[in-house]
Each structure stands twice: as C-alpha cells, then as structure tokens.
C-alpha cells in the first residue's frame, strides 16, 4: 500500500487484461471507480498506446498501469495539466532512482537522456463543461533489458543496474504523483509550471523539428494551457503546435 492519502489506496491488480485503461474506463463508465484508483496489470494484450499505436511490454517486467483521477476544479480547456502533473512527477521520481538526465519529452513521453523509459497515455472524460475523470496510463520499462529493434529506448534497469520490485517502483511513482497533484490542488498551476518547463527535453536549444507546414529550425519557450507546444523560430517568430502538428528530430 503506497503512503499516500488517496491515489492507490484501491488498487486493482490484473494478471491479464486488454488494456488497463480500458478496464479504467469501464469502472467509470459503472461508477465503480473511487478517486484515485488504480488497475495495474502483469499483462495487457492490447495495450494502448498514443497516436492509435500498440503498446508492448515484457509480462512481469515493467509497470503497466492505469489510474483515475476526478479533477472537478479543472476546466476541460484546460486538460493538460493533468499530463503537466504526472510527467513531472514520474520525471521527478524517475531522477531520484538514476544517475542520468530526465526529460519530459512533450508532449506524453518521459526520456532518460535522448531514449524512452516511459509513455502516458491520458484519456479524459467530460461531461458537458465539466471534467468527470482523466484516465492515465502510464507505460513505464522497469527490468526489462532487451527492447528488438527499438534503438531509442531504455529501462531503469538499464540505466540503473539494479533490478527493481515492481509494487515499491509502482508506490514511489504513486506518491510523486499525489505529491505534485496535490500541490497544483493548493497553489495552482504556477507551482509547478516552470519546473515543468525546465524539465522539457530541448527546452530553449535550438532544433530541427517536422511540422505539418514542413521543418522548422526554432527553441521550444512554452507549453500553453491549451497543451500546444510554442516554438520560437530562429528568425524569431512565435509559433504554436498541437500534439499531431510536430515531430521532434533527433
Ligand atoms: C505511448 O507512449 O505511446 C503511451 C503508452 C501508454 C501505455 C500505458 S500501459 C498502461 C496503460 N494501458 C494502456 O493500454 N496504455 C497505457
């Protein structure tokens, strides 16, 4: 049981399941879902990931798992922050653990240096104007040690060399998350925009990026409420991109 006041205090644990945010979804969709519970699975065989890709992952080796959160005070404009909020807390949690570098990679990706440890996927739920649950899924390679023909991507056993217990992993990412949750709750989005930002993997260097208009060369200076990446070009123009409209080149 995670030391935490809410998030994982029901913790469903699956052997197998389709997707954990689907099941997520299913329990919200019953009302069986209590503010921050989480479905962590061994195995899904349908796992989801962004951008209606596949997500695998090694049975028993990594996390896997969903948790659902009731933001009510959170404008459905203003969604992101949720991913605001977990990726800077797996960030955070994933530097106390590994000598190395911690990126958020907008917008869902967390990198160690230039390769991927971790992937969410959000999927909220409105209703009306209001917010009614975000369910996050959090891919995160734990023990896993051989990724075939995946180049860019990495473990923390990888970065670490040490093997790790998934459920106290699955705890300390947990009570990152609450922390950081509850501290948006109290003090607002400010409190925690600017480590955000300085958290961004090529935050302020100058990059090459593939954007539906063709490449741009420019630095990433925002991420804006709305979630959209703005990116000052080095002829210093200000553009703005949404999550399909941007690619980062590495
Ligand atoms: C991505 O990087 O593409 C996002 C990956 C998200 C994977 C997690 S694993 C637990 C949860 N259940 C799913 O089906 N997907 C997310």
Redo the contacts with the bound molecule.
Sequence with gaps: MPETLYIGKNIIELDVVD???NYASKLVANQEALDGTVVVAHF?GE????RG?V?SSEPGKNL???LVLNPKRVAPSEAFVISKIVSLAICKYLESVIDEDVFIKWP??IYVGEKKIC???IENQFKGNNFEYAII???LNVNQTNFQNLPRVTSLFLESKKELDLKSVLNELLKSIEIFYLRFQREGVSSIHEEYLANLLFVDEMRRYKTSQGDITGKIVNVLSSGQLEIKTKEGQLFNFDIKELEFVF
């Design positions: 997707s954990t945010n899904q796992g989801k990931g962004q890709n997500w896997t798992f969903s869902n990706d992937g969410i996927l899924g959090i891919g």
